[in-house]
């Protein structure tokens, strides 16, 4: 329950810190932190408008989206406590119940008959493809090192104790990092502020969404962001006390927010060719994860 907590308060003020960084970059005072949930509770306040070419998959889909990146919440772990959901393989669960959301997102653009929604779709499913097996070799990798396979019980039995050990642990927070980018369609993938349908992928799906479906499909991109930052931060608090593990959760989100914010004013989105190929790059990273865990565990051969 900690976990869960703890992460909505996060995704408060996550795309806010984002925003700000970026303001801050460009030379510009920029809003207040709270104020991209100010929006959200503006639009969660309006009614929604359905084309009448869609049916109801459209009407239920940001739903289901939202409520899955909920459930997948209730798996993650908060230092020495479990979370909402635990059991063995349940990072499987937490890969698969993202990707339910994600398919019903998919179909809600296509259920549209708009062809620059289709596009977006077609997209989106594409660099989901490409990003899960960088996850599960990751995952994987850690559970072969920690001989469980809980996120509960890998980040409690992940002890670095040599200099690979620390190197694989700055490349998985590296993959982790480049994820939660891609899964919430950020910069290079994406941009978020982009306007031309030709080059968009998420926001180019959720054109017909408006009032209170939009509202939840921005802020389940907030808590996205906020649940990768959780994973990051169960690297380093799992063996500490317990009131130090709060102020450094929020600390390792206050430090990824900004991270975000910095590497999106400071980088040039990819040409859309180019994608795929920085996508399935970070399947290698995980591979070399992989084969790092072996060395560590003396069975590289």
């Given at each position: ?61 940001p739903s289901i989206y939202f409520a899955s ?233």
């Amino acid at each position: 329950m900690i976990s869960f907590v703890v992460i909505i308060l996060a995704s408060l003020f996550f795309s806010g810190i984002i925003v700000r960084t970026k303001s801050i970059a460009s030379g510009r005072k920029g809003p207040g932190i709270f104020q991209p949930m100010k929006d959200i509770f503006r639009l969660l306040k309006k009614g929604s408008v359905y084309s009448e070419t869609s049916s109801f998959v459209f009407q239920i889909a940001p739903s289901i989206y939202f409520a899955s990146v909920l459930m997948a919440i209730m798996v993650i772990p908060f230092g020495k406590s479990e979370g909402i959901i635990s059991f063995d393989g349940d990072f499987i669960f937490f890969a698969y119940i993202l990707a339910l959301g994600k398919f019903f997102s998919i179909i809600s653009a296509m259920d549209t008959g708009s062809s620059f929604e289709g596009m977006g779709a077609s997209r989106e499913a594409l660099y989901s493809l490409l990003v899960e097996p960088a996850f599960f070799i990751l995952m994987g990798s850690f559970a072969l090192f920690t001989g469980h396979t809980s996120f509960h019980d890998i980040f409690i039995s992940l002890h670095f104790g040599s200099y690979v050990a620390y190197a694989l642990g700055c490349l998985a927070t590296f993959v982790l990092i480049m994820i939660a980018m891609i899964e919430n369609s950020r910069m290079p993938i994406d941009d978020p502020k982009t306007h031309l349908e030709l080059t968009m992928i998420h926001e180019v799906m959720i054109l017909d969404n408006s009032g209170f479906d939009l509202g939840l499909i921005l802020h389940a991109s907030n808590l996205k962001f906020a649940m990768y930052g959780a994973l990051i931060a169960n690297f380093f608090i799992d063996t500490l006390p317990f009131y130090l593990t709060i102020p450094i959760f929020f600390a390792v989100q206050l430090i990824f927010a900004v991270a975000v914010g910095v590497f999106e004013s400071f980088s040039a989105r990819f040409r859309m060719n180019h994608n795929a190929q920085f996508i399935f790059a970070l399947t290698s990273i995980a591979l070399l994860i992989f084969f790092g865990v072996l060395m560590v565990i003396g069975k590289f051969i």
